[in-house]
């Protein structure tokens, strides 16, 4: 039950992703995600941040705003499937340096601005997180958990920034309108909000 509303909020970012051909479906799924989160949060306080979330990706429409909302959401439910007492520490910039950059991302995708300000933040965060995941991994004394969630987070970016170079080709090769682009756009998309949550569980475990 814990982890059900992290896979359909995951699959919810996916199909909102491929645009409006699934809304409905992208829809339904994220309000049985914040359901099954208001049914978490009986027994995780953590899972009425998720409801919060959950709520406000409902109430604010607004494209940059709901692109912003729905990772957030999601990692909400995944640290609320996860959780243990956290502890706090250095590491808390990761996910809030991806934050900023899904941020990014949403304006450069609805139009807002144009690229550089998102190749930009991407080479910030992604250095960031490959230095830190690094430390972690190679530091002696991590526990096993904060060992695979410094794996997870290092293999997210790098997929991460993978697809974003095959995008940005793609866009100068004026190829950027058939179905394997928004595969790859959706792809991007899912990923972006899987580093997400792979770094916020990183930073709740902390490291030694």
Known sequence: MKTSAAILALLAITLGATGQRFEAIHAGLGIAAVVLSAINALKSRVALIAVALGLAECVFRGEIVHACIAPVFFTACVAAALWKPPRIG???????????????????????????????????????????????????????????????????????????????????????????????????????????????????????
């Open 90 to 208: 250095r590491l808390v910039l990761l996910p809030f340096l991806i934050t900023c950059q899904i941020a990014l991302g949403a304006a450069y995708r609805h139009k807002a601005f144009g690229v550089m300000p998102h190749l930009a933040g991407a080479l910030v965060t992604a250095g960031v997180l490959l230095v830190f995941c690094t430390i972690v991994l190679q530091r002696p004394g991590q526990s096993a958990p904060t060992r695979s969630a410094a794996a997870a987070t290092l293999g997210t970016v790098l997929l991460q920034v993978s697809l974003g170079i095959a995008i940005f080709v793609m866009r100068l090769l004026d190829v950027d309108t058939g179905p394997s682009f928004a595969l790859l756009a959706a792809a991007h998309i899912t990923v972006g909000a899987l580093t997400l949550a792979a770094a916020t569980v990183l930073a709740l475990r902390g490291f030694s």
